[in-house]
Nanobody
């Protein structure tokens, strides 16, 4: 099982980044995918998640209207388009998979985790 997050980097405030999460080794179609982040000295928090069918998406309040999650089941990949980035978005971003019948936006009980990708937003 592998979840490979990529696309992080250094960007100025107001800029954009697109994160990708490439999955392999499990039945991607049967899993919802979530993005989490962890800033230095802070607890990990759920950012956004998408159901297995792409029909339901969820966002934490602080990123609504700025981040968009999507998935391409033909490529076993989930994307997180981040726009209007703020310094407070700086964190290591992780993607994770949760079996479809659990609620991804409860941000707990995820089955598989990827390594993180660093996002740094300068002011």
């Amino acid at each position: 099982v592998q979840l490979q997050a990529s696309g992080g980097g250094l960007v100025q405030a107001g800029g954009s980044l697109r994160l990708s999460c490439a999955a392999s080794g499990f039945s991607f179609d049967d899993y919802s995918i979530g993005w989490f982040r962890q800033a230095p000295g802070k607890e990990r928090e759920g950012v956004s998640c998408i159901s297995k069918t792409d029909s339901n998406t969820y966002y934490r309040d602080s990123v609504k209207g700025r981040f968009t999650i999507s998935r391409d089941n033909t490529k076993n990949t989930v994307y997180l388009q981040m726009s209007s980035l703020k310094p407070e978005d700086t964190a290591v971003y992780y993607c994770a998979a949760i079996i479809f019948f659990r609620r991804c936006a409860e941000w707990t009980g995820y089955d598989y985790w990827g390594q993180g990708t660093q996002v740094t937003v300068s002011s």
